[in-house]
T-cell receptor, first 113, second 114 residues
Framework: GNSVTQMEGPVTLSEEAFLTINCTYTATGYPSLFWYVQYPGEGLQLLLKATKADDKGSNKGFEATYRKETTSFHLEKGSVQVSDSAVYFCALGRGSTLGRLYFGRGTQLTVWP | EAQVTQNPRYLITVTGKKLTVTCSQNMNHEYMSWYRQDPGLGLRQIYYSMNVEVTDKGDVPEGYKVSRKEKRNFPLILESPSPNQTSLYFC?????????????FGPGTRLLVL
């Protein structure tokens, strides 16, 4: 079946530290991969996505590369800010299921000044 | 402004008292979906709809109903709420076709069932 596993949180970093949140997936075929972010008290927002192997999604200094050989889509940022504090969700989408998304459990990130 | 709206944002109710959470989108999206978010479990899909009058079950449909009579609205109905339905609920919508999996989320409805 389709599933997403992401690293357990919470993750606590100092401002300007390097961030990695690991995400691996299980799926048949060629899914699309997403990172969503949820700021406190808000709904989820799309952060970045990649639709095929070796694609790199990027936005707001965050990056993730679709690695088919390791079935991974790790989220990285070179220098985090306090404003990046949020919950991050990795998700998998299958075109055959017309918009259906499968989410990981979320990783809470807290950045201290 | 393109958005998904939900009402109410917060709701406290008692076991067995029917309630409806409304969801509306102004982007003419075909696809709409309801999720619940619980600590340690991430988001789980309750029901989805691919277009007007077309709905189907997600992963956790028990205890919920939906309807899609108009393209823009997708209400979630709890006929007889129970405490295990205490959760944070999100509505989402997206286009069919290219970019269909980029979903737009509402702000969430926090429900407490006593």
């Amino acid at each position: 079946g389709n599933s997403v596993t992401q690293m357990e949180g919470p993750v606590t970093l100092s401002e300007e530290a390097f961030l990695t949140i690991n995400c691996t997936y299980t799926a048949t075929g060629y899914p699309s991969l997403f990172w969503y972010v949820q700021y406190p008290g808000e709904g989820l927002q799309l952060l970045l996505k990649a639709t095929k192997a070796d694609d790199k999604g990027s936005n707001k200094g965050f990056e993730a590369t679709y690695r088919k050989e390791t079935t991974s889509f790790h989220l990285e940022k070179g220098s985090v800010q306090v404003s990046d504090s949020a919950v991050y969700f990795c998700a998998l989408g299958r075109g055959s299921t017309l918009g259906r998304l499968y989410f990981g459990r979320g990783t809470q990130l807290t950045v201290w000044p | 402004e393109a958005q998904v709206t939900q009402n109410p944002r917060y709701l406290i109710t008692v076991t067995g008292k029917k309630l409806t959470v409304t969801c509306s989108q102004n982007m003419n999206h075909e696809y709409m979906s309801w999720y619940r978010q619980d600590p340690g479990l991430g988001l789980r899909q309750i029901y989805y709809s691919m277009n007007v009058e077309v709905t189907d079950k997600g992963d956790v449909p028990e205890g919920y109903k939906v309807s899609r009579k108009e393209k823009r609205n997708f209400p979630l109905i709890l006929e007889s709420p129970s405490p295990n339905q205490t959760s944070l609920y999100f509505c989402a919508s997206s286009h069919q076709g290219a970019g269909q999996e980029t979903q737009y989320f509402g702000p969430g409805t926090r429900l407490l069932v006593l």
